[in-house]
């Protein structure tokens, strides 16, 4: 089943006017995504990564910190009462009084995806009118794997058994399952590179990246060196179907999915913030975009990475309407084999998905992964003007979900 939450007047969408309870986004930025271990934040604190995201929002967009009514944070891997803590200092650090309450929030790959729902339900339910749904994972630092023992009795039950398995192997599941080739997978991975590389030419992520002042340490002789990281550095415009072939399964002997085909080890951080239209308007702020709706659906722990397939058709219905009337997809490419089955599922138009590349060229920082895809949706939905009205984001969830949320272009002029 899925489940649906709307925010805003989600069903009169051949309405002229605007609406001042509509819950609006006013700024979206992210830091540029950098390899796990061997990239540009491998040094860098969690909570310096979320303080400079969180920094360059209020900097850009003029707001008064203390009139933040919270700040949630979707993040993944850390502990989480030690995370929990971090984000709390990252606020401090950005310039937010003791007075602006902090959260994380947890549900895996959707986490900040989430957290941005979380903010825009809380002020239409009138919790507080200004929020900030954000996102920080650091994979350099906090690791996948299981803490502690597991639970016997998870013997006894398949799907509970289904929700350990590793996520290569759930990749594996689905080409097998729905007929996903390995040519498939590959050609997948050299389209998102692709794309991701024209998008860097035509200076695309410019507007939604706020630069790192940061440290990189030299592992033989200890030296650090003060950089400023301003670009994603995961992106490989030479990719190219030769290249990958070469590649061995990485999660099974006779496999398909490869390292060059899945999603990249990443650390990053993102950050949105939401307000009504109407204090928006009292503001003067630029509205970039309008949050339509939001949902969740739970399928097979197996084959977690089809959840995007269910759940987008249950965030478009919830929003009053249909899939073809989506302008622009942001799909996160978890692994090629979920990505190329859920894009066939849907029936979508390859031209409107991922048009500046994808989670195999930029990386997937978990818990950052939603509120990048928002940045980079609504800054794409901006350039495009009148051609680009309705824009979702959607994502699989280990253990056997998928999220996905309706976004409208802020100006319908």
Known sequence: MASACAAGDSAAYQRAGDFGDDIVIVAAYRTPICKAKRGGFKDTYPDDLLAAVLKGLLEKTGINPGEVGDIVVGTVLAPGSQRASQCRMASFYA?????VPVKTVNRQCS?????VADVAAAIKAGFYDIGIGAGLETMTI????WAGPVNPRVETHKQAQDCLLPMGITSENVAERYGVTRHDQDQAAVESHRHAAAAVAAGKFKDEIIPVETKIVDPKTGEEKHVTISADDGIRPD???SILAKLKPAFKEAGTTTAGNSSQVSDGAAAVLLMKR???IQKGLPILGIFRSFAVAGIDPAVMGIGP????????????LQTRDIDLFEINEAFASQYVYCVRKLELDPEKVNVNGGAMAFGHPLGATGARCVATLLHEMKRRGKDSRFGVISMCIGT???AAA???RGSLE
Do not use: C, H, R, Y
């Not at 310039?95 to 007075?99: D, L």
């Not at 397939?309 to 009053?320: D, E, H, L, Q, R």
């Open 95 to 99: 310039g937010f009084p003791e007075t």
């Open 406 to 408: 309706v976004f409208e």
């Open 239 to 241: 990719t190219n179907l």
């Open 278 to 280: 109407a204090v928006a």
């Open 111 to 115: 986490s900040s995806l989430q957290a």
């Open 309 to 320: 397939s269910v759940a987008i058709p249950a965030a478009v219905k919830a929003a009053g």
């Open 142 to 145: 906090d690791s996948m794997a």
């Open 400 to 402: 056997g979900m998928g």
